[in-house]
């Protein structure tokens, strides 16, 4: 363990929303501890913000990839107090509250008190014209279905099939949900995505029991919401006025220290002895693409899991992070003219169940749920194409997939108007898709690298949410970790 005196090496590969926290956060509590650090942040991109990318375009704010994050999860607003940056903070439009799912060409208002997909009101729920009677009857039987005796992780899809029945699975569940991962929900963990669902039906022994529980508590502790400026407070989601570029602006400025080695790879590092070389040596040396090499104490990977796997391929067996495919999404942002659309915008957008066969699987009315992107006499849309069973879409070329969403925009909401502009923007390989068992493999292969190789942590979307909170949190326990490893006592 290293003591006082020297400079504190760290490198962090990854220069994404959890490489750039947990740079902030080894800074942080180095200045706390009083210590001399050096964090070098290292990403083949010239530009800092892996998939957080804005775009300001005739007086729109446009968000290329995630546009906001739930209020409820605090990394991201403890960082924001951290940044000064927490006044810049902005909510959704209260007056566009409803979202709509597509239903045999139509558009459904989504029944109130739905939580997550899960029906927490039954009045609402027993009227809405999503479901067919025998649908809601199934769901109804949430209450009698005895919870599950095995502890092992299985599908979201299995779990909601198993208590709330396929119908609502497929055409109310599956559209809210597996939008946040592009994925499908026979496939993605239930431990690793939704494991309030698996604990509301361990706790209440059924899930809809369990779910409204969940919401009178959150009703009933209001802690996240005391500390959010006034103006923010009753908002579900929240992103930032200038849009969540502000973040990166405050984060570039805050690591002013830090050493940046933009449109450079890491590609391998060596585990070194240090005591076989008098301490002469760092114990880890980081090799990037133009052929430097930089010594580090810790380094922290918050590549995605495919890269992060290159990197630990050499050094041990990474079949936990093989097992997590990627999903390749685009979305199509298209700008008018209100006066050309003379549609009144009531809500946050629609869903599309798969079952719908449009190419597109959901649309923000993002104008109307975020007044700061858009000039009021103008509407901004974001249409969303791709996902998992779904992704050859993606690689359309400009003008098919245009023509595909104007099509379905057309069908679904009457549009005909020419856009003013359309921003198109692929993802290739961008959603991590957590497989059944995945919390269990990837928790295996960290603490064998904790052991073999104290103060390299890989860390980021790929393991314990994909949310940018989450991304945050990880983020700033991997500077812990990676810190903790280097001087013992660190908090
Ligand atoms: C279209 C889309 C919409 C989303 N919407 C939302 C949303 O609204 N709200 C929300 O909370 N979340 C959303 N998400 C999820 C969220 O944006 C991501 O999970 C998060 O930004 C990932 O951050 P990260 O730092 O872990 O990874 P990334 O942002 O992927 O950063 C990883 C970085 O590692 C770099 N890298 C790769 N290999 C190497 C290497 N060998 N050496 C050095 N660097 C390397 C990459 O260039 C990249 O910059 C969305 C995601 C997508 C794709």
């Given at each position: 363990?290293?003591?006082?005196?020297?400079?504190?090496?760290?490198?962090v590969i990854g220069g994404g929303i959890s490489g750039?926290s947990s740079?902030?956060?080894?800074?942080?509590?180095?200045?706390?501890?009083?210590?001399?650090?050096?964090?070098?942040?290292?990403d083949p991109s010239?530009?800092?913000?892996g998939k957080i990318?804005?775009?300001?375009?005739?007086?729109?704010?446009?968000?290329?990839g995630p546009?906001?994050?739930?209020?409820?999860?605090?990394?991201?607003?403890?960082?924001?107090?951290?940044?000064?940056?927490?006044?810049?903070?902005?909510?959704?439009?209260?007056?566009?509250?409803?979202?709509?799912?597509?239903?045999?060409?139509?558009?459904?208002?989504?029944?109130?008190?739905?939580?997550?997909?899960?029906?927490?009101?039954?009045?609402?729920?027993?009227?809405?014209?999503?479901?067919?009677?025998?649908?809601?009857?199934?769901?109804?039987?949430?209450?009698?279905?005895?919870?599950?005796?095995?502890?092992g992780d299985e599908s979201i899809g299995h779990f909601?099939?198993?208590?709330?029945?396929?119908?609502?699975?497929?055409?109310?569940?599956e559209?809210?949900l597996a939008g946040i991962y592009a994925g499908e929900l026979n496939k993605l963990s239930l431990a690793s995505t939704f494991p309030?669902f698996r604990?509301?039906?361990?706790?209440?022994?059924?899930?809809?029991?369990?779910?409204?529980?969940?919401?009178?508590?959150?009703?009933?502790?209001?802690?996240?919401?005391?500390?959010?400026?006034?103006?923010?407070?009753?908002?579900?989601?929240?992103?930032?006025?200038?849009?969540?570029?502000?973040?990166?602006?405050?984060?570039?400025?805050?690591?002013?220290?830090?050493?940046?080695?933009?449109?450079?790879k890491a590609v391998a590092f060596?585990?070194?002895?240090?005591?076989?070389?008098?301490?002469?040596?760092?114990?880890?040396?980081?090799?990037?693409?133009?052929?430097?090499?930089?010594?580090?104490?810790?380094i922290v990977i918050t590549a995605p899991a495919f890269d992060a796997a290159d990197l630990l391929e050499p050094h041990m067996n990474v079949d936990a992070l093989r097992a997590i495919r990627y999903v390749s999404v685009a979305?199509?942002?298209?700008?008018?003219?209100?006066?050309?659309?003379?549609?009144?915008?009531?809500?946050?957008?629609?869903?599309?169940?798969?079952?719908?066969?449009?190419?597109?699987t959901?649309?923000?009315?993002?104008?109307?749920?975020?007044?700061?992107?858009?000039?009021?006499?103008?509407?901004?849309?974001?249409?969303?194409?791709g996902r998992s069973g779904d992704e050859?879409?993606v690689?359309?070329?400009?003008?098919?997939?245009?023509?595909?969403?104007?099509?379905?925009?057309?069908?679904?909401?009457?549009?005909?108007?020419?856009?003013?502009?359309?921003?198109?923007?692929r993802l290739h390989h961008s959603m991590p898709q957590y497989p059944v068992g995945h919390l269990q493999e990837t928790a295996k292969l960290r603490t064998k690298l904790r052991?073999q190789m104290?103060?390299v942590w890989v860390t980021g979307a790929a393991f314990d949410g994909v949310g940018l909170p989450d991304c945050i949190r990880q983020g700033?326990e991997a500077?812990?970790g990676?810190?903790?490893?280097?001087?013992?006592?660190?908090?």
């Amino acid at each position: 363990m290293r003591g006082n005196g020297k400079r504190d090496r760290f490198v962090v590969i990854g220069g994404g929303i959890s490489g750039l926290s947990s740079a902030f956060y080894l800074l942080k509590q180095a200045k706390q501890r009083g210590r001399d650090a050096l964090v070098t942040i290292v990403d083949p991109s010239e530009r800092i913000g892996g998939k957080i990318n804005t775009l300001k375009r005739d007086g729109f704010t446009i968000e290329r990839g995630p546009d906001s994050f739930l209020a409820r999860k605090t990394p991201i607003i403890d960082l924001a107090y951290d940044l000064g940056i927490e006044n810049q903070l902005v909510g959704t439009n209260p007056k566009a509250k409803k979202t709509y799912i597509l239903h045999h060409g139509k558009l459904h208002p989504m029944p109130p008190g739905l939580v997550l997909g899960v029906p927490t009101e039954i009045a609402p729920f027993a009227k809405t014209s999503l479901l067919s009677w025998g649908g809601k009857l199934r769901a109804m039987m949430d209450f009698v279905t005895p919870a599950s005796k095995e502890t092992g992780d299985e599908s979201i899809g299995h779990f909601l099939t198993r208590r709330v029945g396929a119908e609502v699975m497929e055409r109310v569940a599956e559209p809210l949900l597996a939008g946040i991962y592009a994925g499908e929900l026979n496939k993605l963990s239930l431990a690793s995505t939704f494991p309030q669902f698996r604990d509301a039906e361990r706790k209440h022994g059924s899930l809809i029991r369990g779910m409204r529980a969940n919401k009178r508590l959150a009703a009933s502790t209001p802690a996240v919401a005391t500390r959010l400026p006034d103006a923010v407070k009753n908002s579900m989601f929240l992103t930032f006025r200038g849009g969540l570029e502000t973040m990166l602006e405050a984060l570039h400025t805050a690591l002013a220290s830090a050493e940046w080695k933009l449109g450079n790879k890491a590609v391998a590092f060596r585990q070194n002895d240090p005591d076989e070389h008098g301490g002469d040596v760092a114990p880890y040396e980081v090799l990037l693409s133009d052929g430097e090499i930089l010594e580090a104490d810790g380094i922290v990977i918050t590549a995605p899991a495919f890269d992060a796997a290159d990197l630990l391929e050499p050094h041990m067996n990474v079949d936990a992070l093989r097992a997590i495919r990627y999903v390749s999404v685009a979305n199509v942002v298209m700008a008018f003219d209100k006066a050309t659309l003379g549609i009144d915008f009531d809500g946050s957008g629609f869903v599309v169940p798969r079952t719908e066969g449009t190419t597109i699987t959901a649309c923000t009315w993002t104008s109307a749920k975020w007044l700061h992107s858009s000039p009021s006499d103008k509407v901004l849309l974001r249409c969303y194409v791709g996902r998992s069973g779904d992704e050859a879409v993606v690689d359309l070329s400009d003008n098919q997939m245009t023509e595909a969403v104007r099509r379905d925009i057309r069908n679904t909401m009457g549009i005909t108007a020419e856009p003013l502009f359309t921003e198109i923007t692929r993802l290739h390989h961008s959603m991590p898709q957590y497989p059944v068992g995945h919390l269990q493999e990837t928790a295996k292969l960290r603490t064998k690298l904790r052991a073999q190789m104290p103060g390299v942590w890989v860390t980021g979307a790929a393991f314990d949410g994909v949310g940018l909170p989450d991304c945050i949190r990880q983020g700033k326990e991997a500077a812990m970790g990676v810190y903790k490893s280097l001087i013992g006592d660190f908090k």
